[in-house]
């Protein structure tokens, strides 16, 4: 079992930034993928950024690449989401989530077994 805790969202101008980690505890695995995804009322859920474990490959959505950073620290099994240029597209509650995922589908949640409680980000004008 693996419980995931996120911090560091909260209220930001647009063009500010925001660093989001993900504090991962309980049982974990080097073969674990840790994702980022977000979610806006009325919206699917929608994938952010992933990294994996072992290796640190990373993968963006399209409407962040350039502009968030996914990184990670084994040492404290945390994931961090630099977020950076942020703008009103990008408020929504942010969750991450872990599991054992093949590269290619790290873009699907429904891959993913463990989340968290999420984090609320807010982009203001």
């Known amino acids: 079992q693996v419980q995931l805790v996120e911090s560091g969202g909260g209220l930001v101008q647009a063009g500010g930034s925001l660093r989001l980690s993900c504090a991962a505890s309980?049982?974990?695995?080097?073969?674990?993928?840790m994702g980022w995804f977000r979610r806006t009322p009325g919206k699917e859920r929608e994938f952010v950024a992933a990294?994996?474990?072992?290796?640190?490959?990373?993968y963006y959505a399209d409407s962040v690449k350039g502009r968030f950073t996914i990184s990670r620290d084994n040492a404290k099994n945390t994931v961090y989401l630099e977020m950076n240029n942020l703008k009103p597209e990008d408020t929504a509650v942010y969750y991450c989530?872990?599991?054992?995922?093949?590269?290619?589908?790290?873009?699907?949640?429904?891959?993913?077994?463990?989340w968290g409680q999420g984090t609320q980000v807010t982009v203001s004008l």
């Open positions: 309980g049982r974990t695995f080097s073969s674990y993928t």
């Open positions: 990294i994996t474990w072992s290796g640190g490959s990373t």
């Open positions: 989530a872990t599991g054992v995922v093949h590269t290619i589908v790290v873009r699907l949640g429904k891959n993913y077994d463990y």
